[in-house]
């Protein structure tokens, strides 16, 4: 058994059979059904965590307005941090002070501009197009991994959709990953959730049984951030911030080799 302290970042999109924006929008009808999904799927995490010894678990609600778990349906053992500190580390907010072992995902979704989820999106919604990383589509997955990386944390588990898990595989090979929901144009596909909810237990369990210490991203040397605005209002505004080049109307590009100031540029510019 392995004590260990986890940090556990719940989104919704990700979440078996979700497929519209608006079921995780407080308010609308379908609202509660999905946020107690969201719940189960980062408490079947938990429970597979603490069957491999986990001794500590934060889980974070990361999705709009970062209140959405419902505490009660979370195993006992388990923090809640609802919102964030407002520190650029954004949806690993606090990751950055030493206490955690390995962070983990769950309900996580495909990058902006990806065909792998009708919800596909990456930070705030109708704010920006796209986001490329030296060219690769930057999603909130890769976000995380990389500033999970640059403090030697590795990510050994993530549940979501289907094509956000393979992309975790290409980026991290080792990663254990449980795809709850596959994307296709305006909708999905997916199993029951009780299916769903008992695989990500278990491979919870199963990603931290193994050698999890090597499940990290490589961060690449040079970094280049390709911002495509939805607005040329909000390129241009944006285009003051220090050492960031204008491309068109539309699109700002920022490069240099350290992931903190990419964290840094994304939390003035692309505020969360």
Sequence with gaps: ?????????????????????????????????????????????????????????????????????????????????RKSGGDPYAQLSGVQYGEFDAVMLSGFHSGATSSGSPVSHT???????????????????????????????????ISGDREICAVARQ??????????????????????????IEEIEAKAEQALNGNWQRCKA???????????FQRHQDATYNSFFPDIKQLDDVTLQYKCNDWYEILRMVHFVLSK
């Design 171 to 196: 980026i991290i090979p080792d990663i254990t990953t449980v795809e709850a929901v596959t994307g296709f144009g305006y909708g999905t596909r997916s199993r029951h959730p009780e299916e769903v």
């Design 1 to 81: 058994m392995n004590a260990m302290n986890i940090y556990l970042a719940c989104d919704i999109e990700g979440c078996c059979g979700y497929t519209s924006h608006e079921e995780g929008c407080v308010g609308t009808n379908l609202y509660d059904q999905f946020r107690r999904q969201m719940t189960l799927e980062a408490g079947a995490v938990c429970r597979g965590v603490q069957k491999a010894g986990g001794q500590t678990i934060l889980v974070h609600d990361v999705h709009g307005n970062a209140r959405n778990i419902m505490a009660d349906l979370l195993p006992r053992g388990v923090e809640l941090l």
């Design 123 to 157: 930070f705030r919604l109708n704010h920006h197009h796209a986001l490329y990383l030296n060219g690769q589509v930057l999603s909130e997955f890769l976000y995380d991994a990389y500033s999970a990386a640059s403090l030697g944390l590795p990510i050994p588990f």
């Design 218 to 228: 490589t961060l690449p040397d040079e970094l280049e951030l390709t911002i495509v």
